[in-house]
């Protein structure tokens, strides 16, 4: 049983589209996250839920519009494609304000805007 | 503002040890994650220090020091397997946790 799930594994797409990437965890957890993480491999936060409520956006575009329909799930929804989104997405979870800076990442969804 | 520091590349053979450094700069501190991830892989969890000293388990070993702002992770034993990129992570006040630019680590035979 995967821990953290997230699909699409690849997307790839045309500027000016909209897209979703889904996240699901089976791990009991509290807080789940959105980080993108650039082709220098760089991974920075997006935005994070604690039991559905949003408690960190981390200046991103509103094009991107997160959504956690419970506290197993966190989706990502992009507007307006733009070549910069390129990157691959991960969400990950932890225990609800967890110290030990232990996250369980997905496998990655790997976004290319053409 | 935040900020971590580890080197960008290191190189070592089969069978050595070799040490990545970090050090950080940030508001509030509970703690030093270090993760590893593989090309294409997801960012797996290695260790964590929250008070000062050496943790070890099995071949890697994390070190932190509050007092400089610094921390290291210490492989050792290499394997051809342990070519990937480290991370170390912070997590300050009132956000996520930070992730370090990578230590891209390769290891021959």
């Known amino acids: 049983d995967t821990a953290v799930s997230q699909t699409p594994k690849y997307l790839v797409t045309q500027m000016g589209n909209d897209k979703s990437i889904k996240c699901e965890q089976n791990?009991?957890?509290?807080?789940m996250y959105w980080y993108k993480q650039d082709s220098k491999k760089f991974l920075k936060i997006m935005f994070s839920?604690?039991?559905?409520?949003?408690?960190i956006n981390e200046t991103v575009p509103n094009r991107f519009s997160p959504k956690s329909p419970d506290k197993a799930h966190l989706n990502l929804h992009i507007n307006s494609l733009e070549l910069g989104d390129s990157a691959v997405y991960f969400c990950?979870?932890?225990?609800?304000?967890?110290?030990?800076?232990?996250?369980?990442f997905g496998e990655g969804s790997r976004l290319t805007v053409l | 503002g935040q900020s971590l520091e580890q080197p960008s590349e290191v190189t070592a053979v089969e069978g050595a040890i070799v040490q990545i450094n970090c050090t950080y700069q940030?508001?509030?501190?509970?703690?030093l994650s270090w993760y590893q991830q593989h090309d294409g892989g997801a960012p797996t969890f290695l260790s964590y220090?929250?008070?000062?000293g050496l943790e070890e388990t099995g071949r890697f070993s994390s070190f932190l020091s509050r007092s400089d702002s610094y921390g290291y992770l210490l492989l050792q034993e290499l394997q051809m397997k342990d070519s990937a990129s480290y991370f170390c992570?912070?997590?300050?006040?009132?956000?996520?946790?930070?992730f370090g630019k990578g230590t891209t680590l390769s290891v021959s035979s």
């Open positions: 990950a979870s932890s225990r609800q304000t967890s110290r030990s800076g232990e996250l369980f």
């Open positions: 791990l009991g957890h509290d807080t």
């Open positions: 839920y604690n039991n559905k409520e949003l408690i």
């Open positions: 940030t508001s509030g501190f509970y703690g």
């Open positions: 220090n929250a008070l000062d």
């Open positions: 992570a912070v997590r300050p006040e009132g956000t996520a946790l930070i």
